[in-house]
């Protein structure tokens, strides 16, 4: 394969996350930090996921909203709209023909099968519905509608990534070559976990720290994170090598890291003043970020107006492999 300086094409890239109104620092470590990378290198395209929150949204009536607050996110963590696309999924409605398409191509048995449908069928068993299936079927229409071969993305969604890249061959394989295969690309955090300490940070569990949370908030948050078990009194020495707040002091406090470790296994500290110096490094990290949002969030239009341009930039690509798909599949032409 061509290294990334030889490439005579440029590559595109396409990643997303659902509009579910808080994004936590799971989702900026494991991805969003890389959507903002990756624009040196790649034309990027990147989504605010409307459609799919849908899945999962008991008031859907917040939706509208929710598109603004990510493409805000998207934007005040470093997402430059003059290099790159930035729109709201539903504003491109191909992306619903391709993946009915797509649903043809996939037994059922294979959308049962996915992890997360496993996981969400447990956390919601009184509504699962079809979208919720075919999510994958979605995901898939979603990279392969702009052709993107790389992906941003946390491990929790390799399972999709996976069934993109069947589907491109699947449909490649009948119709002739149209998709590329999808590679994914992780960041050196692809996995933080909640404030439990043991599953993957996510809002559907309730153990996230929101990116735009205020100081006190996320302070608050932390101090109520579950740290070593065995470091039942002030006197007890913790392990850090089992504790998320060591973890996350890792990536938040690098120049303190050996300190808190030395602390930490010596009992010269107790959990909560090791907790209140990761609330400082968290909010240090993630005040120009804060700031970036509470101005754009002052300009409602403006986003919007980025949002708009985005998405007749991507209608553009998308029209264009729509018309190729049909041709393929032998739909008669309109
Ligand atoms: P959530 O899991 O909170 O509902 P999404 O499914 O919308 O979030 O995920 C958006 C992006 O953030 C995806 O690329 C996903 O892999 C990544 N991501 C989500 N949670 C984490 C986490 N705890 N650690 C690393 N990456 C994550």
Redesign the pocket.
Known sequence: MASRRDRTVTERVF?G??V?GEQ?I??Y????RNYVDLQADYDCIYCA?DVHSLTTLEDARQVGENSLTSATVMLAAGVDPERSIIFVQSHVPEVMELAEYFAMLTPLAVLTRVPTFKEKVRQQPENVNLGLVGYPALMAADILLYRASVV??????EPHLEFAREIARKFNGRFGETFPEPRSVHTT??????LDGQS?????MGN?IPIGASPAETRRLVMTAVTDPQRQRRTDPGRPELCNVYSLHEIFSPAHVKHVYRQCTTAGWGCVDCKSLLADSINGAFAEFRERCAELAADPDRVRAILRDGAARASAIARETMAEVRARMGLLAG
């Open positions: 990643s996350f659902r579910t936590h799971g989702n470590l494991g991805a969003i996921v941003p993305i946390g491990v929790d969604q955090t692809p996995l933080v976990r909640g993957k940070m996510s809002k559907s996230h």
